[in-house]
């Protein structure tokens, strides 16, 4: 009897630890909102002109390459 009720007291503590202890679902969404923003703060969209050069014509055209230029390291990441 005595290990069966020692049994529930450690189920019922360790429910109420992880409802105490656990971070709400809301509380993780909105650090990781913070964090993508501070992503996007060290980085600044980088706009490139594409030119296909071709043997019988030549085309220019703005593409919207998917790089970023880093502020603080100044590379680009791809």
């Given at each position: 009897?005595?290990?069966v009720i020692a049994l529930?007291?450690?189920m019922l503590f360790t429910l109420l630890a992880t409802l105490v202890l656990a971070p709400?679902?809301?509380?993780a969404q909105h650090h990781?909102?913070?964090?993508?923003?501070q992503a996007r703060?060290?980085?600044?969209?980088?706009?490139?002109r594409h030119a296909s050069l071709a043997t019988r014509h030549t085309q220019v055209s703005d593409v919207d390459v998917q790089a970023w230029q880093?502020?603080?390291?100044e590379r680009f990441v791809f």
């Amino acid at each position: 009897m005595d290990t069966v009720i020692a049994l529930v007291g450690a189920m019922l503590f360790t429910l109420l630890a992880t409802l105490v202890l656990a971070p709400s679902e809301e509380v993780a969404q909105h650090h990781a909102h913070q964090l993508l923003q501070q992503a996007r703060a060290n980085v600044a969209p980088l706009n490139v002109r594409h030119a296909s050069l071709a043997t019988r014509h030549t085309q220019v055209s703005d593409v919207d390459v998917q790089a970023w230029q880093d502020k603080r390291n100044e590379r680009f990441v791809f």
